[in-house]
């Protein structure tokens, strides 16, 4: 299997490789992927699946990512930071925390990717509040129509 595969394309960058539980004595592969999407300029997307369970997903700024394979980083319930060859990244909620560890190679090719699709100070050619707005105002248009009916 190849260990992370990186494909760019119009509107995405996507990266999918394989982390573990750090400190865990089980070897049980966890499949990562991080996704940038443009039109959501800030955001990084990754996912986790262990075994057969379902995706968990994690929403993180693209710039606590790129920080975080240089220097620790983060605040609250997602932590990043290198170790030698190693990235970990550190995962809080109500219901648990995880500590999951992989190479750092494959952040460190998306990361360039995804700065090399959208440059930083460029985000706002591809983020529009006005057309943020306008979904959120048909989605409430819809529910409320949902609600009537």
Not at 4 to 33: C, H, L, Q, W, Y
Not at 59 to 67: A, K, Y
Not at 117 to 137: C, H, I, K, N, Q
């Amino acid at each position: 299997m190849n260990p992370s595969r990186t494909k760019v394309e119009n509107v995405a960058v996507t990266t999918a490789f394989e982390m573990t539980f750090a400190g865990s004595e089980s070897d049980d592969p966890i499949a990562a992927t991080l996704k940038y999407n443009v039109f959501e300029p800030f955001a990084v997307t990754a996912s986790f699946v262990l075994g057969e369970g379902p995706a968990v997903q994690w929403v993180m700024s693209r710039d606590l990512l790129r920080e975080g394979v240089v220097m620790p980083t983060g605040l609250g319930d997602i932590r990043v930071y290198p170790v030698s060859d190693t990235l970990y990244m550190e995962l809080a909620s109500p219901s648990g925390r995880a500590i999951l560890e992989a190479p750092i190679a494959p952040v460190i090719e998306f990361i360039g990717s995804v700065f090399a699709t959208v440059p930083e100070g460029a985000e706002g050619d591809y983020f529009s509040v006005d057309a943020e707005l306008d979904m959120l105002s048909e989605l409430y248009a819809q529910r409320d129509g949902d609600a009537a009916a």
